[in-house]
């Protein structure tokens, strides 16, 4: 099983420009989520998908959008790139949204010059 | 606002010793809580959970304790060792909630 998989691992972006981070489970599980890591800093949730067909906002989600393409795929786009949205993003995936063990990627790193 | 939070950025230790990493939390409504350990350059893993009708569990060398009275976490690691550095987060779900809620980190450094 390779878990939680995203794509690309590292990107260059200029300001204003967009692109779409890509996350696969193969855990069939019910809920995705999009976090973001800064140095010094935990985790916080930018937007997530408690099953498939329904997303929803969490901490951080200006600038971001999301879409739950079927129960294996959750991604995540930046429409205007801002050097803000420089950051490492983390997909993970859980059975539910409550009381489960959430399982992370391996990240992508992003670079808004 | 935060709501879990790490008493100290860092911990050093020698390979051997016994680690203890704490975490406080603020929403007493909070009911299941993870610990877990993200080396360089990778995603967090996870290590170990409790719930709330808990004070304690235990796996392989690690053990979690659970004081709901003052809202306290810790994470002990028995016999700590190098392939032990990393930052360890502690997280949380509020009850009703939709995703955990995670404080800022710890950096556990093992020297031999």
């Known amino acids: 099983n390779a878990g939680v998989t995203q794509t690309p691992k590292f990107q260059v972006l200029k300001t204003g420009q967009s692109m779409t981070l890509q996350c696969a489970q193969d855990?069939?599980?019910?809920?995705m989520y999009w976090y973001r890591q800064d140095p010094g800093m935990g985790l916080r949730l930018i937007y997530y998908?408690?099953?498939?067909?329904?997303?929803d906002k969490g901490e951080v989600p200006n600038g971001y959008n999301v879409s739950r393409l079927n129960k294996r795929e959750f991604s995540l786009r930046l429409e205007s790139a801002a050097p803000s949205q420089t950051s490492v993003y983390f997909c993970?995936?859980?059975?539910?949204?409550?009381?489960?063990?959430?399982?992370f990627g391996e990240g992508s790193w992003l670079t808004v010059v | 606002g935060e709501s879990v939070g790490l008493h100290l950025p860092t911990l050093s230790v020698q390979e051997g010793d016994n680690s203890i990493i704490n975490c406080a939390y603020s929403n007493s409504a909070s009911d299941y809580f993870i610990w877990y350990k993200q080396e360089s350059g990778k995603g967090p893993q996870f290590i170990i959970d409790i719930r709330s009708n808990m004070d304690k569990r235990q796996g392989q060398r690690v053990t979690v304790l659970l004081n709901k009275t003052v809202k306290h976490l810790s994470l002990q690691i028995a016999a700590t060792q190098p392939g032990d550095s990393a930052v360890y987060f502690c997280?949380?779900?509020?009850?009703?909630?939709?995703?955990?809620?995670f404080g800022k980190g710890t950096t556990l450094s093992v020297s031999s």
């Open positions: 993970a995936s859980s059975e539910g949204t409550t009381g489960n063990t959430i399982y």
């Open positions: 998908s408690a099953s498939e067909g329904t997303t």
């Open positions: 855990m069939n599980h019910n809920s």
């Open positions: 997280a949380e779900n509020k009850s009703g909630g939709t995703a955990l809620i």
